[in-house]
Protein backbone atom coordinates (compact mmCIF):
# COMPACT_ATOMS: atom_id res chain seq x y z
CA UNK A 1 0.00 0.00 0.00
CA UNK A 2 0.83 3.55 -0.73
CA UNK A 3 -0.51 6.79 0.03
CA UNK A 4 -0.62 9.65 -2.69
CA UNK A 5 -1.97 12.53 -3.15
CA UNK A 6 -3.85 11.51 0.65
CA UNK A 7 -5.51 8.45 -1.15
CA UNK A 8 -4.17 4.98 0.19
CA UNK A 9 -3.84 3.13 -2.96
CA UNK A 10 -2.99 -0.94 -2.95
CA UNK A 11 -0.92 -3.09 -5.25
CA UNK A 12 -3.41 -5.42 -6.33
CA UNK A 13 -0.58 -8.01 -8.05
CA UNK A 14 0.70 -8.79 -4.54
CA UNK A 15 -2.41 -9.56 -2.67
CA UNK A 16 -2.33 -13.30 -1.57
CA UNK A 17 -6.54 -13.43 -0.81
CA UNK A 18 -5.92 -13.66 3.58
CA UNK A 19 -7.75 -10.81 4.10
CA UNK A 20 -6.14 -9.46 7.34
CA UNK A 21 -5.97 -6.31 6.08
CA UNK A 22 -9.58 -6.41 6.18
CA UNK A 23 -9.50 -7.38 9.55
CA UNK A 24 -6.86 -4.83 10.69
CA UNK A 25 -8.83 -1.72 8.69
CA UNK A 26 -9.66 0.61 11.94
CA UNK A 27 -12.33 1.95 9.65
CA UNK A 28 -14.15 -1.36 8.20
CA UNK A 29 -13.08 0.35 4.54
CA UNK A 30 -11.44 -2.61 3.30
CA UNK A 31 -13.34 -5.17 1.64
CA UNK A 32 -12.64 -8.24 -0.74
CA UNK A 33 -14.30 -8.99 -3.88
CA UNK A 34 -16.52 -11.76 -4.22
CA UNK A 35 -16.87 -12.53 -7.84
CA UNK A 36 -14.23 -11.42 -10.80
CA UNK A 37 -14.80 -7.40 -10.79
CA UNK A 38 -12.98 -4.24 -12.82
CA UNK A 39 -12.88 -0.53 -12.00
CA UNK A 40 -13.39 0.77 -15.25
CA UNK A 41 -12.84 4.65 -16.73
CA UNK A 42 -16.42 4.89 -18.07
CA UNK A 43 -18.44 7.67 -17.47
CA UNK A 44 -22.02 7.20 -16.84
CA UNK A 45 -24.00 6.38 -20.00
CA UNK A 46 -20.47 6.27 -22.11
CA UNK A 47 -18.75 2.83 -22.94
CA UNK A 48 -16.71 1.28 -20.47
CA UNK A 49 -13.17 0.97 -20.72
CA UNK A 50 -11.54 -1.71 -17.79
CA UNK A 51 -8.72 -0.10 -16.04
CA UNK A 52 -8.27 -3.08 -13.85
CA UNK A 53 -9.01 -6.59 -13.32
CA UNK A 54 -9.69 -8.00 -10.38
CA UNK A 55 -9.37 -11.77 -9.18
CA UNK A 56 -12.28 -13.32 -6.76
CA UNK A 57 -10.64 -12.58 -3.17
CA UNK A 58 -9.11 -9.86 -3.73
CA UNK A 59 -9.23 -6.85 -0.65
CA UNK A 60 -9.52 -4.09 -1.86
CA UNK A 61 -10.53 -0.36 -0.42
CA UNK A 62 -11.67 3.12 -1.92
CA UNK A 63 -9.87 5.01 -3.72
CA UNK A 64 -12.25 8.10 -4.36
CA UNK A 65 -11.67 6.82 -7.99
CA UNK A 66 -8.25 8.20 -8.32
CA UNK A 67 -8.34 7.61 -12.13
CA UNK A 68 -11.25 9.75 -12.36
CA UNK A 69 -9.66 12.71 -10.08
CA UNK A 70 -6.14 12.42 -11.70
CA UNK A 71 -8.17 13.48 -14.92
CA UNK A 72 -9.90 16.49 -12.50
CA UNK A 73 -13.05 14.60 -12.52
CA UNK A 74 -14.83 13.65 -9.25
CA UNK A 75 -15.47 10.46 -8.24
CA UNK A 76 -18.21 8.20 -9.72
CA UNK A 77 -20.10 8.25 -5.65
CA UNK A 78 -20.20 12.40 -5.89
CA UNK A 79 -21.08 12.18 -9.72
CA UNK A 80 -24.24 9.46 -9.20
CA UNK A 81 -25.65 10.71 -5.86
CA UNK A 82 -29.27 12.71 -7.00
CA UNK A 83 -29.16 14.45 -3.53
CA UNK A 84 -25.76 16.13 -3.77
CA UNK A 85 -25.67 14.35 -0.23
CA UNK A 86 -21.19 13.56 -1.28
CA UNK A 87 -19.32 16.21 -2.05
CA UNK A 88 -15.51 16.14 -3.27
CA UNK A 89 -12.90 18.81 -3.74
CA UNK A 90 -9.72 20.74 -2.52
CA UNK A 91 -9.09 20.98 1.65
CA UNK A 92 -5.68 23.09 0.22
CA UNK A 93 -7.85 25.72 -1.17
CA UNK A 94 -9.62 27.25 2.01
CA UNK A 95 -12.76 29.03 0.23
CA UNK A 96 -13.40 25.73 -1.34
CA UNK A 97 -16.73 24.33 -0.55
CA UNK A 98 -15.35 21.20 1.39
CA UNK A 99 -13.34 23.47 3.26
CA UNK A 100 -16.29 26.54 4.03
CA UNK A 101 -18.22 22.96 5.38
CA UNK A 102 -15.76 21.09 7.21
CA UNK A 103 -14.72 24.26 9.24
CA UNK A 104 -18.77 23.97 10.36
CA UNK A 105 -19.54 22.95 14.25
CA UNK A 106 -21.52 20.32 12.56
CA UNK A 107 -18.63 18.75 10.48
CA UNK A 108 -16.42 15.71 12.15
CA UNK A 109 -14.01 13.08 11.09
CA UNK A 110 -14.39 9.83 12.58
CA UNK A 111 -10.60 10.02 14.07
CA UNK A 112 -8.81 6.27 15.27
CA UNK A 113 -5.31 6.65 16.64
CA UNK A 114 -2.66 8.29 14.75
CA UNK A 115 -4.85 8.11 11.23
CA UNK A 116 -6.01 11.69 10.15
CA UNK A 117 -8.35 11.00 6.99
CA UNK A 118 -9.72 13.60 4.92
CA UNK A 119 -13.40 13.11 4.97
CA UNK A 120 -16.11 14.69 6.94
CA UNK A 121 -19.11 14.25 7.93
CA UNK A 122 -22.11 16.42 8.54
CA UNK A 123 -24.31 16.33 10.86
CA UNK A 124 -27.57 18.17 11.20
CA UNK A 125 -26.65 19.94 13.96
CA UNK A 126 -23.57 20.32 16.40
CA UNK A 127 -25.76 18.13 19.16
CA UNK A 128 -25.84 15.13 16.59
CA UNK A 129 -22.55 15.24 15.71
CA UNK A 130 -21.54 15.33 19.34
CA UNK A 131 -23.78 12.64 20.18
CA UNK A 132 -22.55 10.92 16.47
CA UNK A 133 -19.08 11.04 17.76
CA UNK A 134 -19.99 9.63 21.23
CA UNK A 135 -21.47 6.24 19.77
CA UNK A 136 -18.98 6.29 17.43
CA UNK A 137 -16.20 6.44 20.56
CA UNK A 138 -18.16 4.09 22.21
CA UNK A 139 -17.94 0.89 19.64
CA UNK A 140 -14.55 1.85 18.75
CA UNK A 141 -13.56 0.89 22.63
CA UNK A 142 -15.63 -2.14 22.28
CA UNK A 143 -13.69 -3.04 19.14
CA UNK A 144 -10.70 -2.38 20.48
CA UNK A 145 -10.28 0.58 18.52
Known amino acids: MCIRDRIIRTDYTKCIY ?82 VLAREPRAFRIVIEKAKPHIYYLAPSEDDAKKIMEAVKKALQKRGG
Open 18 to 99: KRLCIRACPYNARFSIVKEAYFDEGEPYREVKKVMEFKRGTSCNCTLCYHRTLKGLNPACVEACPTDALMFGDFEDSNSQVS
